[in-house]
């Protein structure tokens, strides 16, 4: 079935459609309907615009392209299942949930809270504006993604980022078993609490990163800004730069270019038993 150049602006307007291509239609109007394509399934959806809420719920094996959602199109993809969304924008809050094998490719999505409680979820060459994006989510994988905003990342598990630039305060709180790779990593207080966080050929840019950490490593990374570094962390880090100063890292070892401060604790526990090197 085919779906082309129609308005629709009724509650359910295309539920459970299957096998069909939905083109160059919009989604709005007096009606003010909700969850446009609701349990749908081997849908294909593309040029069309989004301005109601919830469309895409529940849908299994949906490809959506060069698609508008605009900010008043709130929490448009939850509960989804087998997704690409490609080449689209995504403007309404709360935009992807609970959702698990998405991929999404040259979208830019303006969008708070997005993210949550998703698996398997691949994002490449994607712009992202958010306020706790990604939050809980495993097995993930971004690639070139941009994202400006704050608490990013938090609780999320078994995650690779390449490419990234990331301009973020709070970034991955609690994260386990996460890898960055060649990316710059932008804001206060990143990854306190984090598990078996691996950084590789980083810029870290902002104050009182990698506290309280577990499994820690830095491979050939830059730091900026960095002022009471690593304090209560296990780590082994090599970094290629200046830290202005380190405090209280529990095990070890530090090796920078140089640094400015070592803070250590003589009366805390546990001690510190961390071997901390500076180049010059």
């Given at each position: 079935?085919?779906?082309?150049?129609?308005?629709?602006?009724?509650?359910?307007?295309?539920?459970?459609?299957?096998?069909?291509?939905?083109?160059?239609?919009?989604?709005?109007?007096?009606?003010?309907?909700?969850?446009?394509?609701?349990?749908?399934?081997?849908?294909?959806?593309?040029?069309?615009d989004f301005r109601l809420r919830y469309p895409f719920w529940h849908v299994t094996d949906g490809h959506v392209k060069n698609c508008k959602m605009s900010d008043?199109?709130?929490?448009?993809?939850?509960?989804?299942?087998?997704?690409?969304?490609?080449?689209?924008?995504?403007?309404?809050?709360?935009?992807?949930?609970?959702?698990?094998?998405?991929?999404?490719?040259?979208?830019?999505?303006?969008?708070?809270?997005?993210?949550?409680?998703?698996?398997?979820?691949?994002?490449?060459?994607?712009?992202?504006?958010?306020?706790?994006?990604?939050?809980?989510?495993?097995?993930?994988?971004?690639?070139?993604?941009?994202?400006?905003?704050?608490?990013?990342?938090?609780?999320?598990?078994?995650?690779?980022?390449?490419?990234?630039?990331?301009?973020?305060?709070?970034?991955?709180?609690?994260?386990?078993?996460?890898?960055?790779?060649?990316?710059?990593?932008?804001?206060?207080?990143?990854?306190?609490?984090?598990?078996?966080?691996?950084?590789?050929?980083?810029?870290?840019?902002?104050?009182?990163?990698?506290c309280y950490c577990k499994g820690l490593i830095l491979e050939d990374c830059e730091m900026v800004d960095a002022d009471f570094a690593f304090e209560?962390?296990?780590?082994?880090?090599?970094?290629?730069?200046?830290?202005?100063?380190?405090?209280?890292?529990?095990?070890?070892?530090?090796?920078?270019?140089?640094?400015?401060?070592?803070?250590?604790?003589?009366?805390?526990?546990?001690?510190?038993?961390?071997?901390?090197?500076?180049?010059?």
């Amino acid at each position: 079935m085919i779906y082309s150049n129609k308005t629709f602006d009724e509650e359910r307007a295309l539920y459970n459609i299957e096998d069909s291509i939905v083109t160059d239609c919009i989604f709005d109007g007096p009606a003010d309907g909700e969850s446009a394509l609701k349990e749908c399934s081997r849908i294909t959806v593309e040029n069309c615009d989004f301005r109601l809420r919830y469309p895409f719920w529940h849908v299994t094996d949906g490809h959506v392209k060069n698609c508008k959602m605009s900010d008043t199109c709130r929490a448009a993809l939850w509960y989804d299942q087998n997704m690409i969304i490609e080449d689209s924008v995504l403007g309404g809050i709360k935009a992807l949930r609970e959702c698990h094998d998405i991929t999404m490719k040259n979208c830019e999505m303006v969008s708070e809270e997005f993210g949550w409680r998703c698996s398997g979820l691949k994002i490449e060459n994607c712009t992202l504006t958010s306020m706790y994006p990604f939050f809980e989510c495993k097995e993930a994988e971004f690639d070139k993604l941009t994202l400006n905003g704050k608490y990013s990342f938090q609780y999320l598990e078994n995650a690779h980022l390449r490419n990234c630039e990331l301009r973020t305060k709070d970034a991955f709180w609690h994260c386990k078993n996460v890898t960055v790779e060649d990316s710059l990593v932008q804001g206060e207080y990143l990854a306190w609490y984090s598990e078996n966080l691996k950084l590789v050929r980083c810029k870290i840019v902002g104050t009182q990163p990698l506290c309280y950490c577990k499994g820690l490593i830095l491979e050939d990374c830059e730091m900026v800004d960095a002022d009471f570094a690593f304090e209560n962390s296990e780590v082994e880090a090599t970094v290629n730069s200046h830290i202005i100063s380190v405090k209280n890292p529990i095990s070890g070892f530090i090796k920078a270019e140089s640094i400015g401060e070592i803070i250590l604790d003589t009366k805390r526990e546990p001690k510190t038993k961390c071997d901390i090197i500076s180049l010059k």
